[in-house]
């Protein structure tokens, strides 16, 4: 194992987002392709809005996802010693102080600065008077006035910030509780993590984040800020562009491979290759070919990469992930050679999984409907010479294989001196309802010989009952 260390820190306010399933997945394909350690940490300090409900939702989601990690779950309300212990540590170093300034107060300096021209920031009051703690008392980061803190980036370069424009920001709130950066930091350094890869929208609390690095005297992790997703107006992904929770695509049929393959393409690159397995992934992915632009959420290219990804797939592995959508038609299907067989028919013509089902239920029903346009146009007095003679062969018919099949038409057509097309169609309509349909020898031989004359004799009655 090496010592590549990422995390993964949702805050359990909702849902797992697509933009937040795409951090995890650059932090867990870097782990994993470095032979590291992938961290999961709940950042749920924000205990109004944190539930329960959507911690169970992040795990299902990282769970269908295939991302598994090696330390944690780690929850930072169970952690509070811990911060406390280090916010003492930077109080003793003099790092940080006491301030009593009001919330009040604090807004009339911001105010204050932003009428002269200034950054609206903290002024220092308190910086320097050696306060006790109280009930009132906040702890403040005593930054650097002078100087720059640097930000090295793997994605976006350097990025130096000013210290002058920074302000003594608070790590601990009058309730004893940490602040966001103060608790991130702390966490990060205890749990060993030395590659941050995260949603630019952190830049700007890196350098707050360096400088509390420093005043501990830890080595600093690589950082890498990652842009974000994007709809195709080229706003920040939201719900008017769709769906943004990552169960809602496993709920409309997509495959776990084919999200993970679609999201990691959003902002990384290896050369042309557009279809990936995810153990190509763990074998390619770096960090040096993630981009510095936006990547653009296409609907209609996650769509084409399922279809692909479910067409790449041996029908025996769909049969699990396709087992509920069957369910919601009220059919119970079994993993046995019937079913594979079926999936193998329609995994080239499905673009989801959701899709496939809606197209398979004519195999396992056992009364079926004809398509009211299809039966009109197929299933007429023409073409019912053809499909009497059809149904007499079928019946004596020992070899009920693709093959077989296709000599048993053959002979039809030669008697009628119909061509196969106007034979096919109505035995279609009659074997699936529907005007279109896998290959006809195909759905034949999974439906078998006792179904499809079933089926047949059905059609023919219909037909004769005008």
């Not at 769970?63 to 811990?82: A, K």
Request: proline share 5%.
């Amino acid at each position: 194992m090496s010592g590549i260390i990422t995390r993964f820190p949702p805050s359990p306010t909702g849902y797992l987002h697509v933009g937040g399933a795409r951090t995890a997945l650059f932090n867990w394909l870097y782990a994993r392709r470095m032979k590291g350690k992938f961290v999961l940490r709940i950042e749920d300090t924000d205990t109004a809005r944190s539930t329960q409900a959507s911690v169970d939702a992040i795990f299902e989601a990282l769970e269908w996802l295939g991302l598994d990690w090696d330390d944690g779950p780690y929850f930072q309300t169970r952690r509070f010693p811990v911060y406390l212990e280090h916010i003492h540590k930077l109080l003793g170093t003099g790092h940080a102080y006491y301030c009593t300034c009001t919330p009040e107060q604090v807004e009339q300096m911001r105010q204050k600065a932003l009428a002269t021209g200034g950054k609206p920031k903290y002024d220092g009051t308190c910086r320097n008077k050696n306060l006790p703690p109280g009930d009132t008392a906040v702890v403040r980061f005593k930054a650097p006035l002078t100087g720059t803190t640097v930000l090295e980036d793997v994605v976006k370069g350097n990025i130096v910030f000013q210290n002058d424009e920074l302000d003594d920001f608070v790590i601990c709130r009058s309730d004893g509780s940490p602040t966001y950066n103060l608790a991130v930091v702390v966490d990060d350094i205890t749990m060993g993590v030395n590659t941050i890869i995260r949603g630019d929208d952190h830049v700007m609390n890196t350098p707050k984040q360096i400088q509390l690095y420093k005043a501990f005297g830890c080595p600093l992790p690589l950082f890498g800020h990652v842009p974000m997703v994007l709809g195709r107006d080229r706003t920040r992904l939201s719900k008017r562009h769709g769906a943004t929770s990552v169960t809602a695509y496993r709920d409309m049929g997509f495959l776990p491979e084919a999200l993970i393959n679609y999201l990691v393409r959003l902002g990384w690159s290896h050369g042309d290759q557009e279809f990936f397995t995810k153990a190509e992934l763990i074998e390619v992915f770096n960090l040096e070919n993630i981009g510095r632009a936006a990547g653009v959420f296409d609907m209609e290219k996650l769509l084409a990469l399922n279809a692909d990804h479910i067409k790449a797939t041996p029908a025996p592995q769909l049969v699990a992930p396709l087992t509920p959508f069957m369910r919601a038609h009220g059919i119970e299907i079994a993993a046995d050679s019937r079913t594979e067989k079926a999936i193998t028919t329609l995994s080239a013509r499905s673009k989801t999984l959701k899709d496939m089902a809606d197209q398979a239920l004519f195999y396992f029903q056992n009364e079926i409907s004809y398509e009211p346009d299809a039966a009109r146009k197929f299933l007429t007095a023409e073409a019912l010479p053809a499909l009497k003679s059809l149904t007499a062969r079928l019946e004596a018919l020992e070899d009920f294989s693709e093959h077989g099949l296709e000599e048993t038409f053959k002979a039809v057509m030669a008697e009628t001196g119909l061509k196969l097309g106007k034979i096919a169609q109505p035995v279609r309509v009659a074997l699936s309802g529907r005007a279109a349909s896998p290959g006809i020898f195909e759905i034949a031989a999974v439906i078998g010989k006792q179904k499809t004359l079933a089926r047949l004799h059905k059609a023919i009655g219909h037909i004769e009952k005008g």
